[in-house]
């Protein structure tokens, strides 16, 4: 079985910066798609950002385009969510979650989920 745990949240103020990590161990995140999602308090979870198997294909929900990045390091089978600029808006529970069935970048039918990681953005 594949198992994510995420990290990397805390405090940060508006306009900081944070990293958050995705680690993967008991399969090789390779060949999984992976989605960054987000639930803020009182609120539904909501994608955020995706990548392909591969790499070749991200994709970013509009609130966080030109702020957030996300990419993979195979050598740490890890999927990391890059954060600049961050606003309150982005305060939430963070998890990543995997997909292997098609390896396409999307938020659906994930197959493998973390814990979450609180994010909080104020001053």
């Known amino acids: 079985q594949l198992q994510l745990v995420e990290s990397g949240g805390g405090l940060v103020q508006p306009g900081g910066s944070l990293r958050l990590s995705c680690a993967a161990s008991?399969?090789?995140?390779?060949?999984?798609?992976v989605g960054w999602f987000r639930q803020a308090p009182g609120k539904e979870r909501k994608g955020v950002s995706c990548?392909?198997?591969?790499?070749?294909?991200?994709n970013y929900v509009d609130s966080v385009k030109g702020r957030f990045t996300i990419f993979r390091d195979n050598a740490k089978n890890t999927v990391y969510l890059q954060m600049n600029n961050v606003k309150p808006e982005d305060t939430a529970v963070y998890y990543c979650a995997a997909r292997r069935r098609d390896s396409l970048c999307g938020y659906y039918d994930m197959d493998f989920w973390g814990k979450g990681t609180l994010v909080t953005v104020s001053s």
């Open positions: 990548i392909s198997s591969s790499g070749g294909t991200t």
């Open positions: 008991g399969l090789t995140l390779d060949y999984y798609a």
